[in-house]
Each structure stands twice: as structure tokens, then as C-alpha cells.
């Protein structure tokens, strides 16, 4: 499957939110979709999702314009907005019943494919529990798993992670970076450790444009030999915030991380770049 975003752009009241958008993605790997908040993000997945119609700009999935025939992004489609619909007296079987149900998919294959989730989502054992007594987390899972019902081929989750813990995050990204195999998978997120390591693509969004389309390897060498780290007391952590990727606490004290074409100090070692350095970096220059 592929799809192909072309020169599309789209304002709110008299606000440009995407700004000739060009893209092509197709499945084989996750596609991790960044930006600051603002970006544009959730505006164009709810385009891509046909919610949203471009007023420039087409988009074809497999080379049928789905802005002029949205039927064929829909019945194609598993999305999973921000805010997930919440239906607090329902159990999660209850629930994914109700979602086949709307997607037209047999009582038959339901039932199989309800299972099979419940089991990737580590959830077989709680699928006659009501989702109020469900944590936030389970409940995402539960969201996850409705989307993927009737195995769609391109799937979108808009920040799937927010508020999880670490462990569920990770059951998220492995399940999402599985299917990515051979489906179209957008995950958007500000959580960079979620796309770290399972994404092939990565899109930065900012202000409504692309700033970077490519692999993550690409990102990493904007800012190879441009990531420094040094130890610094306390008291002094709190000036140095210019370009600073991380601050985290060591066994040794304080480790700053920053970005800078130059050693920003006599005691700065160069380190090898993580993707948070790389994004920011390209977030804050902006080209
Ligand atoms: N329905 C709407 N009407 C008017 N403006 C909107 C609407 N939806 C979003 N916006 C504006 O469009 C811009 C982009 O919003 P969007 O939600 O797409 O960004 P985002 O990158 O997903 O941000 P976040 O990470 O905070 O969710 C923001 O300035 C937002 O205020």
C-alpha cells in the first residue's frame, strides 16, 4: 500500500495549520510522526483520515485521490483519535463487539479477532470487566485494539501514549511496530523514546510544514559531533538551559546534554547522538 500526500494545505478561520504538505509513505516500517504542540499533527491525520478535507492538495492511497473518494481511505482505515471515545458501562468485549459491529464485520470473525486482540493486548483475563474500573492505560489498550478490528490497512493513532507507564508504552510501540510490517502505521507523539528504535521514517512538523522526512539515521547525522555533555553542580544547572537536550541525574551529579557546533565548555565530552538531541536541534533551527 502507498500513500501520497500532495501539496495539500488547509486553514482554520484565516490560520494556515498545514502548509503544502508532501509526503509518501507506505508500510514496511513505523512512520513516527513529531512536533512541538501546535504542529499541525492531529490536523493532518484527521486529513489523511478524511475527517478533515484539504482545501489544496490531493491525497491518493494507492493512487485512488481519497479526498475526492474518502469511501476508499475509510473502509481502509483504523484510527485512533487523541480523546478516545470512553464507554464506562461497557466491557471490553462489550465494546469491541460494538465497534465490529460498525464496521460492518461479521459476529464470526468478530469474535476471533477479539480474541486474538485481547491476547496481543494482554487483556484476556479482564474482557467481562466494565472499563470504569479499567486504568488509563488498559483503557488506551482497549482503544488500540478497537482500531485495529477487521485488520485495516492503514492505521493512524494520534499520541496512543499519553499519560501510560513505561511498560504499556512498550506493549504499545511492539504492537504497533509489528503490524507496521505490512500496514501503512502513522504513530504520532512527543515522546521520543516511543518511536526511537522501531520507527523507519520519521516526519517533523512544525508551524504546519515539514521540516524533515527521512530515516531516523538521517536525523542523527545533522547532529553528529554536535552533542556535548559535561557535569555541572546544582546551582549552576538552572543558567545553562540555552540548547540543552537533557539534564539528568547521575551517580556523579548532574549530567547536561547540549547541542552546540562548538564545545560549549573546557570539560565537555563529545557523545553520541540520541534522537531527542537530533529533533530538537532540528525544532529549534528550524531547517
Ligand atoms: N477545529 C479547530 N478550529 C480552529 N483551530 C484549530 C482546530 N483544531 C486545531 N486548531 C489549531 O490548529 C493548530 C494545530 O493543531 P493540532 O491539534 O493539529 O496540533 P498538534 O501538533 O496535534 O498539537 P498537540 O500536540 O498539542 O495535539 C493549533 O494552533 C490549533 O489551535
Redesign the pocket.
Same mark, same amino acid.
Given at each position: 500500500m502507498e500513500l501520497n500526500i500532495r501539496n495539500v494545505s488547509l486553514t482554520?478561520?484565516q /490560520?494556515l495549520?498545514l502548509d503544502n504538505i508532501n509526503l509518501n509513505l507506505h508500510s514496511g516500517g513505523l512512520i513516527g510522526l513529531i512536533?512541538?504542540?501546535?504542529?499541525? /499533527?492531529?490536523?493532518?491525520?484527521?486529513t489523511i483520515s478524511t475527517i478533515l478535507k484539504p482545501e489544496k492538495g490531493n491525497i491518493f492511497l494507492d493512487g485512488v485521490d481519497i479526498v475526492k473518494y474518502p469511501k476508499k481511505m475509510r473502509i481502509s482505515l483504523g484510527y485512533l483519535p487523541?480523546q478516545v471515545p470512553y464507554y464506562p458501562h461497557l466491557t471490553p468485549i462489550e465494546y469491541l463487539q460494538y465497534i465490529a459491529a460498525l464496521k460492518g464485520i461479521s459476529k464470526k470473525q468478530a469474535r476471533s479477532n477479539i480474541e486474538n486482540l485481547l491476547t496481543k493486548f494482554h487483556l484476556i483475563n479482564a474482557g467481562n470487566t466494565k472499563l470504569a474500573d479499567f486504568s488509563g492505560g488498559m483503557r488506551q489498550r482497549v482503544g488500540i485494539a478497537a482500531t485495529l478490528l477487521g485488520d485495516p490497512k492503514v492505521i493512524i493513532v494520534?499520541?496512543p501514549t499519553i499519560g501510560l507507564d513505561p511498560l504499556e508504552r512498550v506493549t504499545i510501540r511492539n504492537v504497533l511496530a509489528e503490524m507496521a510490517v505490512n500496514h501503512i502505521v502513522i504513530l504520532?507523539t512527543?515522546v521520543i523514546s516511543d518511536i526511537e528504535a522501531v520507527a523507519s521514517k520519521i516526519i517533523v512538523?512544525k508551524e504546519?510544514q515539514i521540516l524533515y522526512t527521512g530515516s531516523p539515521e538521517g536525523l542523527l547525522q545533522r547532529v553528529t559531533n554536535s552533542v556535548w555533555e559535561y557535569t555541572a553542580p546544582v546551582n549552576q544547572v538552572l543558567n545553562q538551559l540555552e540548547n540543552v537536550s537533557s539534564i539528568a541525574q547521575e551517580i556523579d551529579g548532574i549530567h547536561i546534554r547540549v547541542i552546540s557546533q562548538s564545545k560549549p565548555n573546557a570539560e565537555a565530552v563529545n557523545v553520541t547522538p540520541r534522537l531527542e538531541d537530533a529533533s530538537l536541534a532540528i525544532l529549534e533551527s528550524g531547517d
Open positions: 482554520f478561520g /490560520k495549520i512536533g512541538p504542540n501546535g504542529a499541525g /499533527k492531529s490536523t493532518l491525520l484527521r487523541q494520534d499520541e504520532s512527543h512538523l504546519g
